[in-house]
């Protein structure tokens, strides 16, 4: 058989990469019957919630679908649809964020600043990868992203996400804590995958120099971080609406 058509249809034992865009595609399927069969045995006022991180494990199993066939087939990095897949998810992130903190006054000018932010990070992170990403002034547009990153960090740690948080009580409180710390830790690790695959990704020095392996460990990287960040979230705010539950 020829070795092209093998490649279509086998995910060799040392491709990773495959691998683990394979996993990522079962996990989040799992994770979104979960969170959507769970829906009919959960509280009215949590709902809602539930539902988005349904749609935000659901979204990303759709394009890890996809991305798992154009790797295999291609065996590149599925840029675009990475960022596609972000562009819809981490918004729906940010509107959790505004979902427990509403009862107690979140504006929307609140969820906008974060959507506004989440998309800077996204469309100059996707621009350094894209369009920079072999070069070495990637750097730049991946310290643009961090601000914008930063600033997220910085509304959800100790600006109105956190002071909302703050007044709504154990369990809101309480998510919007490990939450935060998804933010901090886990959305951290996607700047690791950048600096690893990206020409000039840590101020202008580049780690991995063979570009296919540049490319492997970034998607590896970022798979790894989506299936903690999506999942996890998710299990938070399911968490959250049981622990009312008993209260
Ligand atoms: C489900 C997908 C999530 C939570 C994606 C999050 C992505 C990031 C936090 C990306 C951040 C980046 C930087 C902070 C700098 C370098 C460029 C990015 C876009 C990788």
């Not at 154009?70 to 649809?81: A, D, M, V």
């Not at 961090?146 to 703050?166: E, M, N, P, S, T």
Request: with cysteine; charged share 10%; glycine share 8%.
């Amino acid at each position: 058989m020829p070795q092209t058509l093998l490649n279509a249809t086998v995910i060799a034992s040392d491709n990773y990469v495959a691998f683990t865009f394979f996993i990522g595609t079962m996990a989040m399927m799992a994770a979104s019957v979960f969170f959507f069969f769970e829906l009919n045995n959960t509280d009215k006022k949590w709902r809602t919630s539930l539902l988005v991180s349904g749609l935000i494990t659901f979204i990303a199993a759709v394009h890890y679908y996809y991305m798992r066939g154009y790797n295999l087939e291609t065996g590149e990095s599925p840029t675009f649809f990475r960022y596609v897949d972000w562009i819809l998810t981490v918004p729906l992130m940010c509107v959790e964020f505004y979902l427990i903190t509403k009862k107690v006054g979140a504006t929307q000018g609140l969820l906008w600043k974060l959507i506004f932010a989440s998309l800077v990070m996204l469309v100059t992170g996707y621009i350094g990868e894209a369009i920079y990403g072999t070069e070495t002034q990637s750097w730049v547009w991946g310290a643009i992203s961090g601000v914008a990153y930063f600033y997220i960090v910085y509304l959800i740690w100790f600006g109105d996400v956190a002071k909302l948080a703050g007044s709504a009580g154990p369990a809101v409180a309480k998510a919007n804590k490990v939450l935060a710390w998804f933010v901090l830790v886990g959305w951290a690790i996607y700047p690791l995958g950048y600096i690893l695959g990206t020409q000039g990704g840590l101020f202008g020095m580049q780690l991995v120099t063979d570009p296919k392996a540049a490319q492997a460990s970034m998607d590896i990287v970022y798979n790894i971080a989506d299936a903690i960040n999506k999942i996890g979230f998710g299990l938070v705010i399911y968490a959250l609406s049981r622990s009312e539950e008993k209260a």
